[in-house]
């Protein structure tokens, strides 16, 4: 039953690649994966408590955490298979190139959903590796000159931190071995991690967090993410940046407890730098941008950051934050791309400077990026709000004021930075003849029930899913 | 020293000249030729320590080497990537041929170094699978930087792979066999979705210096 | 005592009587191999003869060194000679006088010679052509020197004979990774040192192209055939290092007995031709590099040397 979960993908990519069938596809897709949306709400159900699911032992196994994951995962998916199905035919691709795409979409989500599932550290590499590999059709799926340098920057980048991350899983396999152990899963790591020999587990420290972090944009290595989520569909951004990242984040965090136990190798401090490096330049290069997808994309760079930090402060309230800003993030940050979608399709630019007026081009459109400007920003009363005033205070309770002050700084830029942009964008006068094109009607759908979550989430937290958090943090099992 | 592991040292030393060579290799053939030896070194080196140990595990990832790395990647490229790009000759490099042997043999001096560092927390290894395979994951990188063009690029990202996993037969011998097999089914998707990357890029833009394009960046005002 | 002194010479005669043979043999192979008939394989003592015949000419201007300079280049190779193991695979008379390294500072004698003479002709080819030649040799140096410290590394000495037993001795030595990277390099330092293509085109009649052999245009007569000997010598000489320290350490004379060194002379003669068809193969099969790939083809060569000395360090 559980395995269902990622296997509805599959299926639905198989039938998306049978050339007469295909004509469903849209359809087959967005039905798949809202089956796969309420399977994962089933789950999260129960196990919002605690406990573990063992499908197959030693290689599957959930828990709160993973059952958290894969319900956004699933969210975003659902929304975004939605989305696709207008944001394509707005287009005017030809039949078997949205087939393809949407072959192609299953099972990008296939990978993803696979990773919160898997317990086996090696498997889990591999996954990894699909979800870079599974996607680079996806962003170049324009095939303009400009997303065939994203798509090239993506793989060039990924799939380099891919290999230096296999080199650490093969080194922790290694410092495993010399326990004695081999139980290469997230538990047997946490219960050999304190015999295993320092300069091992310090190598593979470094080689996972390079090699991971490639992957999730941490910043000297970001260079390919503004490229890659704004140059493919925004469906594909939603997905890239709402839940690939925080799923590589995920697998990170998770790791994080292995390497903490051993205090020479300071990884909170870690941590924290890179993310604090990651939302600082984040946060400065947003106002540098052009390219309104691109501002969304460094939002990302900042958000990572964000979660490494409070992940960094290792108190079982800095965990619990970075959980609800995981989630509070993919929520939005898909909602965002969703905005930027239909303002793509509105006016047929991404050039911040060649939008003004978009209130009076499209009233809905203009409504949906302020809204998820907003949103991501971290302005009340949207769930980032929350999850970010979390976050400064577990950093207070931890008496990391110079952390805070840093990050409430930086934040504090990121929205103004935003805001900045698209409130340009929006007001004003209209610069030019607006060339009206009708959003539809999936887009407006998709983007109404993404916005529902970020909503709900910033005003009542449910009973329910405030426990879920709670194992969720315990699974990552801070101090 | 048994005759088993002299040849598995030469096999290390090959493995790590062949990796210097595609770093400065002009011609996209030659380097592809240089790759399939890299590859088959790989695999000499999985056999050769598979045969000493005894492991199934390391015949068997030799084997997938094979199929996977030397026959099957040369192949998608030959069938994918249009002919012309085959032929091209007197590949641009960032930097000159010489210093980047410099810079890659202090890669492999680096390599050594640390390889021998790390050795020496858990000893009764093959220690120079571990050195060369962090040599060759550092010249990859260079290798990376060097070239813009698309197959060299490709091929550098193996060639770090191929470094990664020298070191991985040492130090992992029974790494679970099903993540052996699904890794060599990551590589040939790999070189697939590459391979449609390259020739849609060559149809696009009509060069596969793909490393070269920088029209994506920030523009300060 | 006596005996001793009889090796010597008949290793300085073997060096002296056969070299022009080797390379008859080299250039008809090379015919052969592109289809032509090629020369006689007697060829080069004719052409010795010949030229020590003629009269001798010498640059006005030109001083001291000119005219020394052909007696350098032939004597520096029968010098070497005293030092390694030609023929006998026991140290002789005057093989404690220098190591491998030393053989290497004495040909640069004659290299060092040849440059200034090349300079005091006034051609402006032969400036041209020691400068090139000062070019290989500066990048050359780098590789020989690593390949000697390897050696020494290896074998913990330098002196032939010591580096020579240590191969087969046991004879998984010679399997091991540093002496065929260590063979690689020195191989690609013959090609380089000796004029061969790809470095050089040693039939070119191009003087723009030329390295070496735009040197010897302004000797004539005694000079340029002592010139030719010291360069047959030359290459015979780094053959025998080659081929009887590092590479084929076998059938040398064991003992001093006239029947041994007669089959020993056979041997490392035979040695030599196996030699020059690899160098034939090599020839044949490669184009000549533009004057700045070289620095290229010895840096490969410099990239083995270091391989090979780091193969030697993953064993400790």
Known sequence: MILAIPLLAVLAALWCAIPRA??????VTVLAAIAVLSLSIRLLWTLSGGGTLTVIRGWVELNSLAALLLTLIALVYATAALFSWGYLASDATSESRIRLYHANFNLFAFSMLSIPMLNEIGLVWIFVELTSLLSILLVSFAISADALEAAWKYMVLTLLGATIAVLGVLVLYWALHATGSTEFTWDGLHAAAARMPHALL?????LLLVGYGAKIGLVPLHTWLPDAHSQAPSPVCAMLSGIETSVILYVVLRLRN???????LHVGAWFVVLG??????????LTQTQDYKRLFAFSTVEHMGIILTAAGLLTPAGDVAAVWQLLAHSATKSLCFYAAGVTLIATGTRDIAAIRGLLGTSRFAAAAL???ALAIGGAPPFAVFLSELAILRAGLLAHAYVLVALLAFFIVVAFFGLLWHVTNMVAGPPESEPRRRRIPLTCAWALLLAALPVVILGVWLPQGLAQALESAARVLGAA | MSLLSELNALALGLFIISTIAMTVTRQIGACIQIFVVQSLLLAASAFLLGASTPSWHLIALGCVTVIGKAISIPWLLRALVPSEIHRTRELSQTIDAPTALLAALGLTLLGYAFGAHIVGAAPNLSSGNVSMGIAALLVGLLLLAVRIEAVPQLLGILAMENGAFLAGIAIAPDFPLIAELAIAFDVLLLGFIVALLTRAAYRRIGTTEVGGLSALRERIK | MALSIALNVSQLAFVLLLSPLFAGILARCKEIVQSKRGPSLLQPYRDLRKLFGKDERVPQDSSWIFRATPYVVFVVPLIV??????????PLFLAFAGDM????????????????AAIDGGNPYGAMGASRTRMVGFLAEPVIIVVLFTVSFVANSTIPYIVQQHWVHPIANFFSPSHILLLIAFFMIILAETGKLPVDNPSGHFELAMIDESKVLEFSGRGAALIKYGGYMKFTVLAVVFLNVLLTPWGLAQ????ADVALAVMAVALKIVALSLGIVIVESSFAKLRLFRIAEFLGAAFVVSVTAMVTQLLRL
């Open chain 1, 22 to 27: 295909g004509r469903a596809a849209p359809a």
């Open chain 1, 202 to 206: 310090g190598f593979a420290f470094v």
């Open chain 1, 258 to 264: 292995v390497f903490a136990g051993d205090p020479s």
């Open chain 1, 276 to 285: 604090l490096i990651s939302v600082g330049a984040a946060a400065l290069l």
């Open chain 1, 370 to 372: 302020l809204f998820g």
């Open chain 3, 81 to 90: 000679t005293l030092l390694i193991p030609v023929l006998t695979d026991f």
């Open chain 3, 101 to 116: 390294l030393a053989a290497g500072f004495i040909f640069a004698i004659s290299g060092f010679f040849f440059t200034l």
């Open chain 3, 255 to 258: 003992a001093g007995s006239p």
